[in-house]
Nanobody
Framework: QVPLVESGGGLVQPGGSLRLSCAAS????????IGWFRQAPGKEREGVSC???????YYADSIKGRFTISRDNAKNTVYLQMDKLKPEDTALYYC?????????WGQGTQVTVST
């Protein structure tokens, strides 16, 4: 059973919005921090945003003010609301969970921002 499943990616025009979801099946997310990462072709994976178990958040400078991370503990899901998307946001987006020093990743969801 895949521990994390991302969804919500797609093709969107510049200035548009998408909401990514990261659903957990093996862990109760309330207890853990969750991170969103992205990897564009030819580039290294970079951290985008994270939310801790107490709800505190972090945003990379490149997306600050445009993306919002949130969690719904009842649905065991973390979201990444992405607004004012730019072509440079095009990447494969992953969510990450670290449990007792072990990193768990989903399969990723593709976001393409293009006309």
């Amino acid at each position: 059973q895949v521990p994390l499943v991302e969804s919500g990616g797609g093709l969107v025009q510049p200035g548009g919005s998408l909401r990514l979801s990261c659903a957990a099946s093996r862990f109760t997310l309330d207890y853990y921090g969750i991170g969103w990462f992205r990897q564009a072709p030819g580039k290294e994976r970079e951290g985008v945003s994270c939310i801790s178990s107490d709800g505190s958040t972090y945003y990379a400078d490149s997306i600050k003010g445009r993306f919002t991370i949130s969690r719904d503990n009842a649905k065991n899901t973390v979201y990444l609301q992405m607004d004012k998307l730019k072509p440079e946001d095009t990447a494969l987006y992953y969510c990450n969970l670290r449990v007792e020093g072990v990193d768990y990743w989903g399969q990723g969801t593709q976001v393409t921002v293009s006309t």
